[in-house]
């Protein structure tokens, strides 16, 4: 059973073009979280979603920044027009729902330049 | 709302000494609890895990006893070694909410 997938590792952008990160669950989650950690610092909650619906986003910046996880294929979280301050590590987490743990993939390393 | 709060950072320990990461949560209800660990460059792994009060997680030679008396949650081993040199986030889930503490950096020196 493949653990949670994220592509690309590493991912390289200049100022005001997109990125797009993209996370697989494990076989069987339909919830996706998505986290981002800065240098030295803990994990920022951005968003939680479950097949085809957005349950939490109030981490999510209100402008340039969105999640789908749709029906079939992975979860994207799309940041348009990145700016430097976008530099960070995302992670992708999946679980089953509700009081149980969930299951981080090894992130996506954006630099934006 | 939820919450946890771990010990801060960082932490400096000399190889077989005894670990201590204290942890505490806020919560509506009755959380589930758990100690992840991140490695360098690495996402974060799930260590143990525990899901009601009294219940006793543990691996890798790492314990946490779920304390609802004192909504305590704290990390202990009794000999550290070199490769446990980690960032380690205590985190908690209630309902469909997954919060984590802001991680302990723990060094172990040989």
């Known amino acids: 059973n493949a653990g949670v997938m994220q592509n690309p590792r590493h991912l390289v952008r200049r100022r005001g073009q997109e990125a797009r990160l993209r996370c697989s669950p494990m076989k069987g989650h339909s919830h996706v979280y998505w986290y981002r950690q800065l240098p030295e610092e803990g994990l920022k909650f951005m968003v939680y979603?479950?097949?085809?619906?957005?349950?939490?986003e109030s981490g999510m910046p209100k402008e340039r920044f969105s999640a789908e996880f749709p029906k079939e294929g992975p979860s994207i979280l799309r940041i348009q027009q990145v700016v430097r301050g976008d530099s960070a590590a995302y992670f992708c987490a999946s679980g089953t729902g509700l009081n149980t743990e969930a299951f981080f993939g090894q992130g996506t390393r954006l630099t934006v330049v | 709302g939820n919450s946890v709060t771990q010990m801060e950072g960082p932490v400096t320990l000399s190889e077989e000494a005894f670990l201590t990461i204290n942890c505490t949560y806020t919560a509506t209800g009755y959380p589930s609890l758990f100690w992840y660990v991140q490695y360098p460059g690495e996402g974060l792994q799930l260590l143990l895990k525990a899901t009601k009060a009294d219940d006793k997680g543990s691996n890798k030679g790492f314990e946490a006893t779920y304390r609802k008396e004192t909504t305590s949650f704290h990390l202990e081993k009794g000999s550290v070694q070199v490769s446990d040199s980690a960032v380690y986030f205590c985190?908690?889930?209630?309902?469909?909410?997954?919060?984590f503490g802001q991680g302990t950096r723990l060094t172990i020196n040989p």
């Open positions: 985190a908690l889930s209630w309902g469909q909410k997954l919060v």
């Open positions: 979603l479950q097949k085809e619906n957005i349950i939490d």
